[in-house]
């Protein structure tokens, strides 16, 4: 059995000449073994996993989470925020897809624990890195742009009604409107154009000027990360001569 499954691992190699994790389940789900005995054959035999479903290595493309999924998967988190593999996975049975899952892990930062082809295990427990908080203020302090400020105008992105976006996050429509009119005054721009109707045309959307906004905050914090881990590995890793 190991041999012939061992065949069939060779005969789907990607471009690269390894396993991709989709195609790993799908020869567990064949064969009718564990997803991790699939891990240990590609392991033992010198092959390795490629593009992770939930977005932990590869080169998989991601969208941006949504926010109605993280109320979903939150009951789901242990201790320390992370989910497993397992559950991860599971939320397909929910119909919710795993592009969706591994850019919500992706957006809200949610870490994977006890991957089920077994390729990360010991390595992430081991993995330093280092956790950023990057926000924006105008000159009399107030945050124009951080985690858990922009949540609503991604909200009104999604759903085109601040009423919506209100009820995601729990508030009132009221208290979401003096949010909004609050950001808006004190960053001097125009976030929203609301039309009243029942036309498409009708709701809360985003101005281009907000979109603008938001993709460059989301750019700068991105590469604040990526220098802050670079420079971490060189200030408490770099092999002394």
């Known amino acids: 059995m190991e041999n012939e499954i061992l065949a069939c691992i060779k005969e789907m190699l990607n471009g690269d000449e390894k396993l991709d994790c989709n195609t790993a389940f799908k020869l567990a789900k064949k064969f009718n073994k564990d997803a991790k005995f ?13 593009n992770c479903e939930l ?8 969208d941006k989470g949504r926010h109605e999924l ?4 939150e009951p ?20 919710v897809n795993l592009k969706a899952v591994r850019s919500l892990l992706k957006t809200y930062d949610i870490g994977v ?3 089920e082809l077994g390729c990360f295990k010991e390595k ?13 203020e105008n000159g009399n302090g107030d945050v124009l742009f951080g985690k858990g400020k922009t949540e609503l105008l991604e909200l009104i992105a999604q759903t085109g009604s601040l009423l919506h976006a209100a009820k995601m996050m729990n508030l009132n429509y009221k208290k979401a409107w003096t949010h909004l009119h609050n950001l808006q005054q004190n960053s001097q721009e125009q976030l929203v154009i609301t039309r009243q109707g029942r036309s498409q045309e009708s709701g809360t959307k985003l101005t281009d000027r907000a979109l603008e906004l938001m993709k460059n905050y989301s750019i700068l914090q991105k590469d604040i990360e990526e220098y802050a881990n670079k420079r971490f590995k060189e200030l408490f890793f770099q092999t002394k001569e």
């Open 76 to 95: 789901y988190l242990d201790e320390n925020g992370k989910i497993s593999c397992a559950k991860a996975r599971e939320f397909v049975k929910m119909n």
């Open 113 to 115: 624990t006890y991957c």
């Open 70 to 73: 993280l109320k979903i998967i």
């Open 55 to 62: 977005g932990q290595f590869g080169h998989l493309d991601f």
């Open 38 to 50: 699939i891990g240990e054959v590609a392991q033992k035999n010198g092959i390795r996993i490629d």
């Open 124 to 136: 992430r427990n081991k993995e330093l890195i280092v956790k950023t908080k990057t926000w924006i």
